[in-house]
């Protein structure tokens, strides 16, 4: 498993980690029920904090794509491939509606906006 983080961005490093961890599960590199690091081995790994690495793995559990075993370890839930197509199609729809108040706020037209979509598909 391998987290990316950049100190420059500006975004939360936990932030960061649950991108990457969701990301890893949406794209299927973390298959349902494996096992992830703990949360000291997972914060000593990334040089950060356990509260931040712990911060990562409680709100990925709280959005359903992580659950844990005490005494036994974080892992990726077993409903995780439903809750990555809700959570993709959730951020779809929210980034749609940014490009249709955008497009309506400049005069473009739903059709135009559709035509372009079916372009940029094809590509």
Do not use: H
């Not at 890893?24 to 494996?34: E, F, M, S």
């Not at 997972?42 to 005494?71: H, M, N, P, S, W």
């Amino acid at each position: 498993m391998r987290i990316l983080i950049s100190y420059e961005s500006g975004v939360p490093i936990y932030e960061q980690i649950k991108s990457e961890l969701r990301g890893q599960i949406i794209r299927g590199d973390l298959p349902p029920n494996a096992v992830l690091p703990s949360i000291r081995t997972l914060a000593r790994e990334l040089k950060v904090g356990v509260i931040t690495a712990k911060r990562a793995y409680d709100d990925l559990c709280a959005e359903g794509f992580l659950y844990t075993v005490q005494g036994k370890g974080v892992y990726v839930s077993k409903s995780a491939e439903v809750k990555a197509e809700n959570y993709a199609v959730n951020e779809i729809r929210s980034k749609l509606k940014d490009l249709a108040a955008f497009a309506e706020k400049n005069s473009v037209e739903a059709k135009t906006v559709l035509e372009l979509v079916k372009e940029i598909w094809k590509e």
